[in-house]
T-cell receptor, first 113, second 113 residues
């Protein structure tokens, strides 16, 4: 089965700096990857996704990088703001047609004013 | 455009009672997913349903747990004869069809006395 881990459980970043959150996965057949943000007491909020036929995708202030060779995924947040403080999860789909997502344990991002 | 709606937000049950958790997907979404989250952990897949059909229940315990998504009305996750270990946050997600991002509700926090 799939296992998904994150490299750091907590990350503190100065407001205005860039943040990078990393994620490793185990299944080379995984083809779809999603980053979610979860604030206290709320459900995961979709941030950005990427499919295995891409290695980079950009959104508003966020970039996801996918390295299939080493099975590694990262989320970059530019110019972090206090509202970015949350727990970030990567989620991985094991293969096309199998819609159950495997979530990592999460990285808690704290923005220092 | 309303998001995924879950109710109740908090549910307290005594051991041996039944818990019913409801989920109304986003408008136009016919695919529903249930996940469970323990404190300080990632979400764990339980079951994937389309209207009137269970597509994948590989993450759901074989006993005491059941899920349905009727033609009319919300999806229901039912836990019979609850035990202390059932205490968790239960999240529902929906998508318009497979191979699309899953969008989450804010969960039901189940506490077992």
């Amino acid at each position: 089965g799939e296992s998904v881990g994150l490299h750091l459980p907590t990350l503190s970043v100065q407001e205005g700096d860039n943040s990078i959150i990393n994620c490793a996965y185990s299944n080379s057949a995984s083809d779809y990857f999603i980053w979610y943000k979860q604030e206290s007491g709320k459900g995961p909020q979709f941030i950005i996704d990427i499919r295995s036929n891409m290695d980079k995708r950009q959104g508003q202030r966020v970039t996801v990088l996918l390295n299939k060779t080493v099975k590694h995924l990262s989320l970059q947040i530019a110019a972090t703001q206090p509202g970015d403080s949350a727990v970030y999860f990567c989620a991985v789909r094991p293969n096309f047609g199998n819609e159950k997502l495997t979530f990592g344990t999460g990285t808690r991002l704290t923005i220092i004013p | 455009n309303a998001g995924v709606m879950q109710n109740p937000r908090h549910l307290v049950r005594r051991r041996g009672q039944e818990a019913r958790l409801r989920c109304s997907p986003m408008k136009g979404h016919s695919h529903v997913y249930w996940y469970r989250q323990l404190p300080e952990e990632g979400l764990k897949f339980m079951v994937y349903l389309q209207k009137e059909n269970i597509i994948d229940e590989s993450g759901m315990p074989k006993e005491r747990f059941s899920a349905e998504f009727p033609k009319e009305g919300p999806s229901i996750l039912r836990i019979q004869q609850v035990v202390r270990g059932d205490s968790a946050a239960y999240f529902c997600a929906s998508s318009p069809f497979g191979d699309q991002p899953q969008h989450f509700g804010d969960g039901t926090r189940l506490s077992i006395l």
